[in-house]
């Protein structure tokens, strides 16, 4: 999942990016030392400035993401409400949000908010506490992805279409393509172990305007971590939900949380979207007849 599909609702109120950047900023000193290194008389070299410490995302912005993902959780225990008991579903929503606020200070480090995947991470933590509390009572990964594919869906369903359209349109900018290509060749760096690494390929007119694969996913990596693999195939579904509602057009053959080598990505600006949760399921482990 990338960033230009991320609607407006549940995972709009996920960070305050303006906050984390500007917490970024003043840790820096570099200008006020270049200043004042222009205007001495007599320079000196400077002693040497330490590194900043890393900054946690996760716990720097941890009352904002358990909040959140207790918005997720109420939504989720309505939904659990009508396939099981009441205290049932109380229950599970109680427990993944117990399950989510521990694992934060261990989510793997991406780069915080400079980072185009770290909603997707986020999210992706989002269902991991959500299969989990739900396996504790009987329920499986694919009642565990449909939870998380039924709520995105609403989330979708509640963007007005021509805002949601105009989300669409920017992905064919030219200026998105650069920052897709800036992002693919940073992302062969491997800087973060649990971060996605991807490369981008042109539109060839015919079959599609904009491609992308990805080799490594943070969010196959992440699951895994967590023992959730079994999770995986169904959050890669919500892609649809999101192409669909901005005519994009994609198509995907591959995916990562399959066992395939990488994920294709292929977008055709206006072309019906044919993949949802009907298609795809049918394919996944354990489901195939």
Not at 24 to 34: D, F, S, Y
Not at 129 to 141: D, N, P, T, V
Not at 173 to 196: F, I, M, T
Request: proline share 8%; hydrophobic share 40%; charged share 20%.
């Amino acid at each position: 999942m990338t960033d230009s599909r991320v609607p407006s609702g549940i995972t709009r109120r996920f960070l305050l990016r303006a906050g984390v950047v500007g917490a970024c900023a003043c840790l820096l000193p570099w200008p006020a030392l270049a200043k004042k290194a222009e205007t001495a008389a007599k320079p000196t070299p400077p002693a040497p400035v330490p590194e900043p410490p890393a900054i946690n995302f996760y716990l720097t912005n941890r009352d904002k993401l358990v909040a959140d993902f207790k918005g997720v959780c109420a939504g989720a225990e309505h939904w659990l409400a009508a396939r099981t008991a009441e205290p049932t579903a109380k229950a599970i929503a109680a427990d993944a949000l117990g399950r989510y606020d521990r694992m934060l200070p261990g989510m793997p480090d991406i780069g915080g908010v400079t980072n185009r995947n770290q909603p997707f991470l986020v999210m992706a933590g989002w269902l991991a506490a959500l299969y989990q509390a739900m396996a504790e009572k009987g329920m499986s990964a694919k009642d565990a992805g449909r939870l998380l594919y039924d709520l995105y869906a609403a989330d979708w369903a509640a963007v007005p279409p021509q805002r949601a359209k105009a989300m669409g349109a920017a992905l064919f900018s030219v200026a998105y393509l650069q920052s897709l290509q800036d992002w693919a060749a940073d992302s062969q760096k491997k800087k973060y172990p649990g971060d996605w690494v991807g490369k981008v390929l042109p539109g060839d007119g015919k079959t599609f305007d904009l491609g992308y694969d990805y080799t490594e996913c943070g969010a196959v990596k992440f699951f895994k971590a967590q023992g959730a693999m079994a999770v995986a195939p169904y959050y890669c579904l919500n892609d649809f939900l999101a192409s669909k509602a901005q005519g994009t057009g994609l198509s995907r053959q591959h995916t990562l949380a399959q066992g395939d080598p990488l994920c294709d990505f292929r977008y055709k600006r206006d072309r019906p979207v044919t993949q949802n949760w009907d298609t795809e399921t049918p394919k996944f482990p354990g489901n195939k007849a």
